[in-house]
């Protein structure tokens, strides 16, 4: 996998390279101190996972996320930061990143991470799920959880087994709108990755299994 690694403290990026070099299909081809560097040199070449810090010189990385995912929606960004308010959070979704990793999260989250992304999932860290929830109600109906009529139809068919292009299909919306749909169902249930999202539509009753 060609990574790159966009933060502006050199000493967390040699670092962070050095555990990444532990992974056998992962290099480092490229890195950035701020997000114009990241920009500028995204017009030469395509990484297959971004690592993406937030507060940042020159351009931060909200504003390197919108620009990229701009021009390549399909590009795989995990956020690198050491905040974890909401406010970042949902506007991160909303820009389209496929993950997002609290700096003080174990190396073992960031293998989870890859793993997940690589395999056209999401991930998001455990330690920012119980932030959120702590943030929430945690009763156990629908309400509660906000979802809206179309996360739980989305949800619904992601329960029936439907791909996120079947499902696109299925709706007349785009791929990338079920994306954010169920981006938003993980982040209102704290679940990180769609086979837990499915195991808590079964628990929480918003899906009875066919017999």
């Known amino acids: ?15 962070f390279k050095t555990l990444l070099f532990r992974l056998r299909d992962a290099n480092v081809s490229f890195e950035a101190s701020n997000g114009q560097q990241f920009i500028d040199h995204l017009y030469l070449a395509k990484p297959d996972i971004v690592f993406m810090d937030i507060a940042m010189p020159n351009m931060d990385g909200l504003k390197a996320t919108e620009l990229a995912l701009s021009k390549y929606p399909d590009l795989r960004i995990i956020i690198l930061s050491m905040y974890g308010e909401r406010e970042y959070y949902t506007k991160l979704v909303d820009l389209g990143i496929k993950g997002f990793l609290l700096k003080s999260c174990d190396f073992k989250e960031v293998e989870m991470a890859i793993e997940a992304v690589k395999n056209g999932d999401y991930y998001f860290s455990q330690e920012l799920v119980q932030q959120m929830l702590f943030q929430a109600q945690t009763n156990d109906t629908q309400q509660d959880y906000e979802i809206s009529p179309r996360e739980l ?46 195991i808590f539509a079964v628990r929480k009753g918003l899906y009875h299994i066919k017999q």
């Open 153 to 198: 139809e989305i949800l619904t068919e992601m329960c029936n087994g439907l791909s996120t292009q079947e499902i696109a299909d299925k709706f007349f919306i785009s791929k990338r709108t079920v994306e954010k749909h169920r981006a938003n169902l993980m982040i209102k249930t704290g679940c990180s990755n769609a086979a837990s999202l499915v």
């Open 1 to 15: 996998m060609n990574i790159w690694l966009v933060d502006d403290h050199t000493l967390f990026r040699q670092s």
